[in-house]
């Protein structure tokens, strides 16, 4: 009953580093999301994808890129780890029917930046 | 823009009593409008939308236009619905924007 992937439960990553938290969703939903959570800061929004190849800045969106080559894989890129990117990352897909529009979440991954 | 806000952080009250959760949302246009839940150590999952008008697990929210609100409400708080609850306003763009949370503990 698995919708949506995420690649790592833990990850542990030294400053500097390229790294790569890759997110799959098995609902063919168009729209896929990746959310930070932060305690006392909820849920930001630092990309989406409302298709394959194509992608729009959400709120927080320096330091990181994403790629969607295909449409069932969203994968986000921090760049060059710092380490006020150690947080939860979340990826989330939507459905964008009307009445079909609940976003379902992965199980999140905690990225830990030393 | 788009913004939600949840003006408690934390809320606290006793099984049985009512609780309501507050949302705001700033939005131009009609919003569609959510609540996610997210108990201990599970995945965030939605718990109710707006368009569909229902009650979940005791649960309801009205949409307030005129107030710009989507007010979480439950009339016997039980020990099973502390957790953690986020409200959610999607746009026109198909942005999904989350406010910054309230953590509701239900005392025995």
């Known amino acids: 009953d698995v919708k949506v992937t995420q690649s790592s439960r833990y990850l542990v990553k030294r400053t500097g580093e390229k790294v790569f938290l890759e997110c799959v969703q098995d609902?063919?939903?168009?729209?896929m999301f990746w959310y930070r959570q932060d305690p006392g800061l909820g849920l930001r929004l630092i990309y989406f994808?409302?298709?394959?190849?194509?992608?729009e800045k959400g709120d927080i969106p320096e330091g990181y890129s994403v790629s969607r080559e295909k449409k069932e894989r969203f994968s986000l890129i921090l760049e060059s780890a710092s380490t006020n990117q150690t947080s939860m990352y979340l990826c989330a897909s939507p459905g964008k029917r009307v009445g079909n529009t609940e976003a379902f979440f992965g199980q999140g991954t905690r990225l830990t930046v030393v | 823009a788009q913004r939600v806000t949840q003006p408690e952080k934390l809320l606290s009250v006793f099984k049985g009593a009512p609780v309501e959760l507050k949302c705001n949302y700033s939005?131009?246009?009609?919003?569609?409008l959510f609540w996610y839940v997210q108990y201990s150590r599970q995945r965030l999952q939605l718990l109710l939308r707006h368009i569909s008008r229902e009650s979940i697990k005791g649960f309801t929210a009205d949409l307030n236009k005129g107030e710009t609100s989507f007010h979480l409400k439950k009339p016997f708080a039980q020990e099973e619905d502390s957790a953690m609850y986020y409200c959610?306003?999607?746009?026109?763009?198909?942005?999904?924007?989350f406010g910054k949370g309230t953590k509701l503990t239900v005392n025995p």
């Open positions: 939005y131009s246009g009609s919003p569609e």
């Open positions: 959610a306003l999607q746009g026109g763009s198909e942005k999904l924007v």
């Open positions: 994808s409302y298709d394959v190849k194509m992608k």
């Open positions: 609902m063919d939903h168009e729209n």
